[in-house]
């Protein structure tokens, strides 16, 4: 296996291919295969767990929040050891784990063994969406084009939505649902493993490259030479970012964000299949929202490497807001593909904008650090969505109170990004006489 990653590494060096595109492509494979690691496709299972094992919603709810504060725990080390390390080693061993552990929800008879699954689950990292994985790397390999290289990396994302419902949805069907877990766990477990040993990288520096793939400089500019090609960019400290008002207001609007996601994200697929949808129609409704991640995803990263990366995040956030706003009153076929079109638009241009946005505020150098640091908090809120969206159905048989709740929320955390520009450089520590 080494073997065959380093006649990669040379091939592509003697092309004089920017390794960094090959790390994109490597990141898109690793969260395709993602997705089907109890990710949208485990609202298909809900119905089928929860009858056959006589498990209520609030379960379900806190297996998802159980996932966050595992991710929360394990965040702030995580993303030392990727800034030090890098992915590769990382994710080959998180990959299997992680393939087991969703093998292992076939042996599950009780809630509290989804709760435990899932939290171990958070513990290696294999959050979906938006991950220290796929994030750190790209903030290394890109300054310039980072927005352009987010968004093909992002694509991944909706290409796990377009292939792993509709193939869950086709194993429980002809298998059950315990054979559906058990081939997910292998298939994408395995993926994620060979694609991180074979391909990924820590650094470009690491090859005697430079980010964008920018040329080596040969000696110093002389006075009045036009800058280096590369982008140059401040990089924060952990604590330095700590200091800084902008770090908290940002943790308070993607900590809202994740509290709306959680509220939504594995209970559309039940709030449809209530409303009367047909289970087979909610999970080709999931791959038209794949179909519409991949425009939103394109799209965002053509628009953050042009505007300012606030204005283009609150777009996202407007049209995330319009997707909760149809999925409440979606009832009919029609209905519900417009809301799960209008949530991969909103959610794919929001992941590629907040990888975009943070680097860019903070640097990548201590990218991973900054990021964990930033993690335990705003996986918080998601640890309280998911478990009240759950209870709050099952008491009142209905999840529409907590989505209007995070219908507000969203909307007062899209304000105050707006009002939250980029920080300004630290200031230089006093050097006393003497």
């Not at 394109?298 to 706003?325: C, N, P």
Request: charged residues 10%; positive net charge; aromatic residues 12%.
């Amino acid at each position: 296996m080494r073997g065959v990653a380093l006649s990669i590494e040379s091939l592509a060096l003697r092309a004089r291919l920017y390794y960094g595109w090959v790390i994109v492509g490597s990141l898109a494979f690793i969260s395709m295969f993602m997705g089907g690691l109890m990710g949208l496709n485990y609202g298909l299972f809900i119905p089928h767990m929860a009858r056959d094992l006589n498990i209520p919603h609030t379960y379900f709810g806190f297996a998802l929040a159980g996932r966050s504060v595992g991710m929360a725990l394990s965040g702030p080390r995580l993303g030392r050891l990727l800034d030090r390390i890098g992915p590769r080693r990382l994710l080959a061993v998180a990959g299997l784990i992680g393939g087991a552990l969703v093998a292992a929800q076939s042996l599950a008879e009780s809630g509290w063994q989804l709760i435990a699954i899932t939290v171990a689950l958070g513990l290696i990292g294999l959050q979906g969406g938006i991950n220290l994985y796929t994030s750190v790397p790209l903030a290394k390999w890109f300054v310039r084009l980072r927005g352009r290289a987010t968004s093909i990396a992002f694509l991944g994302g909706p290409a796990g939505i377009f292939l792993f419902p509709p193939l869950s949805q086709w194993l429980i069907e002809s298998y059950g649902w315990r054979t559906a877990w058990v081939v997910l766990g292998v298939v994408c477990g395995v993926g994620i493993s060979l694609v991180g040993v074979v391909f990924l990288r820590r650094q470009p520096q690491d090859l005697g490259q430079l980010p964008d793939g920018a040329a080596q400089p040969t000696a110093s500019p002389a006075p009045g030479a036009p800058p280096p090609t590369h982008a140059t960019e401040f990089s924060w400290t952990r604590q330095q970012a700590l200091r800084s008002w902008t770090f908290w207001r940002l943790v308070a609007v993607f900590g809202v964000q994740m509290f709306g996601f959680s509220t939504m994200g594995i209970f559309r697929i039940p709030h449809f299949i209530e409303q009367g949808v047909r289970p087979e129609v909610a999970a080709l409704a999931l791959s038209a929202e794949a179909a519409a991640s991949l425009v939103g995803g394109i799209f965002a990263g053509w628009a953050v490497d042009r505007y300012e990366h606030r204005y283009t995040t609150f777009i996202s956030f407007v049209v995330i807001e319009l997707a909760f706003i149809m999925t409440i009153f979606a009832h009919t076929t029609e209905l519900t593909f417009l809301s799960t079109m209008l949530f991969g638009l909103g959610a794919a241009s929001s992941g590629v904008n907040q990888n975009v946005l943070w680097p860019a505020y903070f640097g990548s150098a201590h990218a991973g650090a900054v990021r964990g640091a930033a993690l335990p908090i705003t996986l918080s809120f998601s640890v309280v969505g998911a478990p009240l969206t759950g209870l709050v159905h099952d008491l009142t048989g209905s999840y529409l109170p907590a989505w209007w709740v995070a219908c507000v929320a969203l909307g007062a955390a899209g304000l105050l990004l707006v009002l939250t520009p980029r920080p300004a450089l630290p200031k230089a520590p006093v050097q006393r006489a003497g």
